[in-house]
């Protein structure tokens, strides 16, 4: 069947949803998505709930994986219809505490949202973050079934999803090892559906920092993906950033990344 699945990391759930008049609970009321990805809600399920309380009493459907540390991560998945199963985590001892994984069944489709912390070149932050996606790597290539794995990587994969690329050869976010991480990941039958439905240019970038004009110049990343594999992969036929048309109406530093699937 058709979905339509955003992607959006909310950098703080409670913020995003008390923007009154321009916030996120705005932006679910309009929004054509049946599923949509959230990360970094930073809350506790019960501040979740009750952030989203207007949406889950029209109808909405919220899992989530709760925060093991306050004002860290999280992630969830929003959808119209209610998931048959529910996950937490992918196995790891060391990461399915910490609230930065969760995927859910739909029929024939899985869908996951993951939320890649950022690192610090050599630092134990960046060695963490290489652990976090080995490990997340061997989730992922294990995955048989129709499956779409969304949220915010933290990882800009090439020199297009970048629009400063050479002050950022050397930070975390676009290191090789990184960079090869997804190389390895699309070689292992995963597809970006919005580069390859955005095809050789550049963006379309989905965070901007809120330091100086980036935003109002463009001058972003493309950091949030869709990666899809199976037979959903192919029916990706439209990508789109709803990226909010000036700064003052924007309700994260992060823009919905929004896939729709035949």
Not at 127 to 144: I, M, N, P, V, W
Request: charged letters at 25%; one cysteine or more.
């Amino acid at each position: 069947m058709p979905y339509i699945i955003s992607t959006v990391n909310v950098n703080g759930i409670r913020a995003a949803t008390g923007k009154t008049g321009k916030g996120m609970l705005e932006w679910l009321a309009t929004t054509e998505a049946d599923i949509v990805c959230v990360q970094e809600t930073r809350a506790t399920d019960a501040q979740t709930r009750a952030a989203l309380a207007s949406v889950l009493d029209a109808g909405w459907y919220l899992a989530h994986a709760e925060p093991g540390l306050k004002g860290r991560a999280g992630v969830g998945i929003l959808s119209r219809r209610e998931p048959s199963a529910v996950r937490i985590g992918f196995g790891s001892p060391e990461f399915d505490g910490a609230a930065r994984y969760i995927e859910a069944d739909f029929e024939e489709l899985t869908v996951a949202s993951v939320y890649v912390h950022t690192g610090e070149a050599d630092t134990p932050m960046q060695d963490e973050k290489y652990r976090f996606l080995g490990q997340l790597g061997e989730h992922l290539t294990s995955r048989a079934q129709d499956f779409v794995i969304c949220g915010d990587w933290n990882v800009a994969h090439t020199e297009l999803d970048i629009k400063n690329w050479k002050g950022n050869v050397k930070n975390s976010g676009f290191l090789p090892g990184e960079r090869a991480w997804i190389d390895g990941i699309l070689a292992a039958g995963y597809v970006d559906t919005v580069r390859a439905l955005h095809p050789g240019v550049p963006g379309p970038y989905s965070w901007w920092t809120y330091r100086g004009r980036a935003y109002d110049n463009d001058v972003g990343w493309r950091i949030d993906y869709h990666l899809a594999r199976g037979e959903v992969a192919s029916r990706a036929k439209q990508a789109i950033v709803e990226r909010a048309p000036t700064y003052a109406l924007r309700w994260s530093d992060h823009a919905p990344v929004t896939v729709q699937y035949r």
